[in-house]
T-cell receptor, first 111, second 115 residues
């Protein structure tokens, strides 16, 4: 069964700290993995897309890595800011044309 | 490019009524996906459509739910005889091609409340 798990479910860190969000998935037959941000009551904003052939992608203070063999991805946020507070979702696109989402990590950056 | 447009943003229905949610994909996108998000839950896939075709409806409840993506106009998710358990946020996403290399672009969602 294809499953995507995100740990931790919630995280609070002081402003300025670097942090790592984790995503693990079963079944390595994937097209890509995408990280999204969701603000309360809002839609999803795509942050980074990593193709199955790639190891990492970077955008500003965000860096996402992918280890397909171990079924893991991490989202690294450098120098966190209060504006980074949101729920971060990991979505895996499998080769059988399913996209499975994790339940997300609720991030709270303390000013 | 206005992005993926969903309406209504909020919809209130009484039990037994019908709910219609609309999704206009990004310009140039011919692939549409509907997801449901329950409180404190992740997004659950419902249905994947291309113009005039349902490609995968494996996540759609067998009864009361239907979806379409006509040749002209938006994609519509229709829920008949709504029940309280249908209360959720319904998100639509579109892509230029099938899953795979393409980024999914999401709309802001339609939040259905069933009284």
């Amino acid at each position: 069964k294809q499953e995507v798990t995100q740990i931790p479910a919630a995280l609070s860190v002081p402003e300025g700290e670097n942090l790592v969000l984790n995503c693990s998935f079963t079944d390595s037959a994937i097209y890509n993995l995408q990280w999204f941000r969701q603000d309360p009551g809002k839609g999803l904003t795509s942050l980074l897309l990593i193709q199955s052939s790639q190891r990492e992608q970077t955008s500003g203070r965000l860096n996402a890595s992918l280890d397909k063999s171990s079924g893991r991805s991490t989202l690294y946020i450098a120098a966190s800011q209060p504006g980074d507070s949101a729920t971060y979702l990991c979505a895996v696109a499998y080769r059988d044309d399913k996209i499975i989402f994790g339940k997300g990590t609720r991030l709270h950056i303390l000013p | 490019n206005a992005g993926v447009m969903q309406n209504p943003r909020h919809l209130v229905r009484r039990r037994g009524q019908e709910a219609r949610l609309r999704c206009s994909p990004m310009k140039g996108h011919s692939h549409v996906y509907w997801y449901r998000q329950l409180p404190e839950e992740g997004l659950k896939f419902m249905v994947y459509l291309q113009k005039e075709n349902i490609i995968d409806e494996s996540g759609m409840p067998k009864e009361r739910f239907s979806a379409e993506f006509p040749k002209e106009g938006p994609s519509i998710l229709r829920i008949q005889q709504v029940v309280r358990g249908d209360s959720a946020a319904y998100f639509c996403a579109s892509s230029e091609q099938q899953y795979g290399a393409n980024v999914l672009t999401f709309g802001a969602g339609s939040r259905l409340t069933v009284l």
